[in-house]
Structures are given as structure tokens and as C-alpha cells.
């Protein structure tokens, strides 16, 4: 059975890892030509706070005599890189609307995993840990409906590319 200590640092490597794992989906999109130069740059800003947050997490790890788990985050990775399957088939403004949900969803894991690690912490006692857990949570909600805003404004371009049930191009016009 783990002791507080030991939970703590399980529940830092399983954080490190979706934080890594996040961050590559947003590396992706801060690099894909296909996607508006504006959703670049956020995309850009987010890949930044995601590996922010992953330093910070290596440094509680260290800090409580553990590192983070190299299979794990290589596992998780790969993962992330196979979902890129998913879009075949998707014409360029499904796939970028999909790697949007794909992004919000890996946030929305973060933000559950800091919820969980803050309610550990705080019954353990480590109110210190309780609080950089707080503080993740809350960064990342916002980051959360900052993905959710870009996926508003994306989806409708895919809109574009439909077609009625004849086949000739939709005449749905997008509302950002």
C-alpha cells in the first residue's frame, strides 16, 4: 500500500504525463500551415503554459524525491500521435475542428487530474501541494474555454465545404 508520499508523487507522474501529452496535440496545431495564423499563435501560447505546467510538476516531483515516468509519457504521446488517425477522411476544416476537441478534451483531463490531486493533498495535509493543485485547476478551466471559444469560431468553416443532399455546394453561411 502507498504512503501519502508515494501517492502524491503517482499522482504528479500521471499529471506530467497527460501535461506532455497535451502539449504535443498543441505543438501540432501551433504548426499546422492549414489552421488560421491567429489560432496558431493561441495555439502557440497554449503548447507555452502546457510546458510550463509540466516543468512545474517535474520540479514538485523532484522536490518530493520522484521523477516523472518516462514509459508513461512516451505511451501517452504516442497516443495522442495515433488519434491524428481519427481524421481520415475529414476534408482540412473537420480535422482542424476535430484536433480542437481533441485539445479541449486533453484539458478537460487536466483539469480533473488537478481536482483529484487538490482533494488528495488537502485531506493528506499538504496544503502546499493542495494549493499548486488549485492554482493548475484554475489555469487550465480558463484555458479550457479559451479551446472552446476557438472551436466556436473554427467549426462554422467546415460549413463551407458541405454540401446539400444533391451534392452542390451548402449555402450555410458561418457566424463567428
Known sequence: M?????????YLKDLHAAETGVADIFEGLAKDDDLES???QQ?????????AHASQIQQRLQSLGGDNS?????????????????????DKEDKLTQDLIKAYSGVAIL?????SLRAF?????????????ANGRSEDEALAK????????????AAGNATDTVGTPSTTSAVY
Open 2 to 10: 502507498e504512503n501519502t508520499n508515494e501517492k502524491s508523487i503517482r
Open 38 to 40: 491567429n489560432l496558431r
Open 43 to 51: 495555439a502557440s501560447g497554449w503548447h507555452q503554459q502546457t510546458n
Open 70 to 90: 518516462s514509459a508513461k509519457d512516451f505511451i501517452n504521446n504516442l497516443i495522442a500521435k495515433a488519434s491524428d488517425l481519427t481524421n481520415i477522411g475529414h
Open 111 to 115: 483539469v480533473g487530474s488537478y481536482e
Open 121 to 133: 493533498a488537502s485531506v493528506s495535509g499538504d496544503n502546499d501541494l493542495s494549493q499548486f493543485a
Open 146 to 157: 479559451e479551446i472552446l471559444s476557438a472551436i466556436g469560431r473554427k467549426a462554422p468553416t
